[in-house]
């Protein structure tokens, strides 16, 4: 993790404001100076690629964001504008945006974001270079605003949640691209590299005028999980903000519902089993105001198999469910080979925390009982066109179980690759329990949803 972030290094948001330049002309505020003293960019210039290629090998004597300034940002009412766009495009977001009536609450909150000018930069930076992330802010802040006010927090809150949620993922701007855009498996630094955007957006905020107190934590703490299986710090519940948490959510529902569901033109309806199959990942309290918003909405139960295919679909499911039954044994298996080992490695304790997140997932919501497989092939066996439904929600449950188990993999690499404070036996029982979740999870039949639990 990169607890070191040292925000007068520039580091790949020069290469992006260079290509911003292009459209939008990035203009030096004051003389920029290297830390010695020596002038590397006069007032006036334009961050060129050359300037850019310039300023990179040099330590700054401040922050490169505070010396420049953009032609053109987005301001308040473009944020509003582009909110408003993304909640018409999704009838289901359109249907939460007049239920909970907060359009003059938006409007007010975009209006104080206009008083923050380095964050005005970062979104219109965002907006021009990684828009699907400037889109999931826009999301994560009105949805998150939503939350806020259904849950009656205050006003301080509310700003917190809004600002959290539109800037949480910025960090990503100081990440190297090819990084980002790797295809295939990441190495453990690069997971590492990754999962440093948030402790650079913390320290980025910390000092910061104009912005509530709780701003930078609960950016910092939207990868954090209840259970002390999240990132950076693996905290559980009780040290943890609701701001953060209310955020966390967000970030994870966009991911889920823009993604896997919009494939097959399904809502925010068929998050609620996915929502509560993990009910010890977030705060309850935000996962109740979630799916009561959904249900006090209306928002219809869409269908996504045609009954003609229904019975290839219902015999790749019970495969699934077997596979996570083997899947259930292996984690029982190394729960039980090493128990009584004592460890203080943080990245051992989240890897046992999402063993136990799994192991009550998957007892608890049933996927892997002889009773729910027998239901599922008398009801396509013998065609029970009213269950049809269930089945399918079954197969969101299921989905989302073997995307965790997917994830557990990348948690176990990232444990391996920690040597140094890693116990040898414990290494052994993670190599060994890596390779039986290998044989099954490459082959499961339905179609994964990114997990709610661990969306990056």
């Not at 948030?198 to 259970?227: F, N, Q, S, W």
Request: net charge positive.
């Amino acid at each position: 993790m990169n607890d070191q972030y040292d925000p007068k290094k520039p580091d790949a948001y020069v290469g992006h404001l260079a290509e911003v330049n292009k459209t939008n002309h990035v203009i030096a505020t004051e003389n920029i100076y290297n830390e010695k003293g020596a002038l590397l960019v006069p007032k006036g210039s334009k961050i060129s690629p050359n300037i850019a290629a310039k300023v990179i090998k040099h330590k700054l004597n401040k922050p490169l964001e505070n010396s420049v300034n953009l032609e053109k940002n987005k301001r308040g009412k473009d944020l509003y504008n582009d909110m408003r766009r993304l909640s018409k495009e999704f009838p289901d977001f359109l249907a939460i945006h007049y239920y909970m009536n907060i359009d003059e609450s938006l409007k007010k909150f975009c209006q104080m974001y206009d008083k923050l000018p380095i964050i005005q930069q970062k979104v219109t930076v965002l907006s021009e270079r990684m828009p699907n992330e400037y889109h999931k802010g826009l999301f994560c802040s009105w949805l998150g605003l939503c939350i806020a006010t259904h849950m009656n927090l205050k006003t301080e809150s509310l700003h917190t949640v809004f600002i959290a949620g539109l800037i949480h993922d910025i960090g990503m701007l100081h990440i190297e691209p090819e990084i980002l855009k790797k295809q295939g498996d990441l190495s453990a630094d690069e997971w590492r590299a990754i999962q440093s955007h948030v402790v650079i957006v913390k320290i980025m905020l910390e000092g910061m005028k104009g912005l509530p107190k709780l701003t930078a934590t609960a950016v910092l703490e939207h990868h954090e999980r209840c259970d002390g299986a999240g990132y950076p710090r693996a905290l559980t519940g009780d040290k943890l903000s609701l701001e953060g948490q209310v955020v966390a959510i967000c970030d994870s529902i966009f991911s889920i519902r823009t993604k896997q569901l919009a494939k097959n033109n399904l809502s925010l309806r068929e998050i609620v089993p996915i929502i509560q199959v993990n009910n010890t990942v977030h705060f309850y309290q935000t996962y109740e105001a979630v799916v009561t918003m959904i249900r006090r909405c209306k928002i219809p139960r869409k269908r996504f198999i045609d009954d003609k295919k229904i019975s290839l679909f219902g015999n790749n499911l019970l495969d699934d469910c077997k596979k996570l039954r083997t899947q259930f044994c292996s984690i029982q298996k190394f729960i039980n080979s090493v128990s009584g080992i004592d460890t203080n490695s943080k990245a051992v304790k989240v890897v046992f925390n999402q063993i136990h997140r799994l192991k009550v997932s998957l007892a608890g919501s049933g996927v892997i009982s002889p009773e729910l497989m027998t239901w599922i092939s008398k009801v396509i066996n013998e065609k029970r066109t009213d269950s049809f439904n269930e089945v399918e929600e079954v197969s969101l449950i299921v989905s989302e179980l073997i995307y965790q188990f997917k994830d557990l993999k990348k948690i176990l690499g990232l444990c391996l690759a920690d040597d140094a404070k890693t116990e040898l036996p414990i290494c052994d029982a993670i190599k060994e329990l890596l390779a039986e979740l290998d044989k099954d999870l490459s082959n499961s039949s339905t179609k994964s949803h990114k997990t709610i639990a661990n969306a990056i």
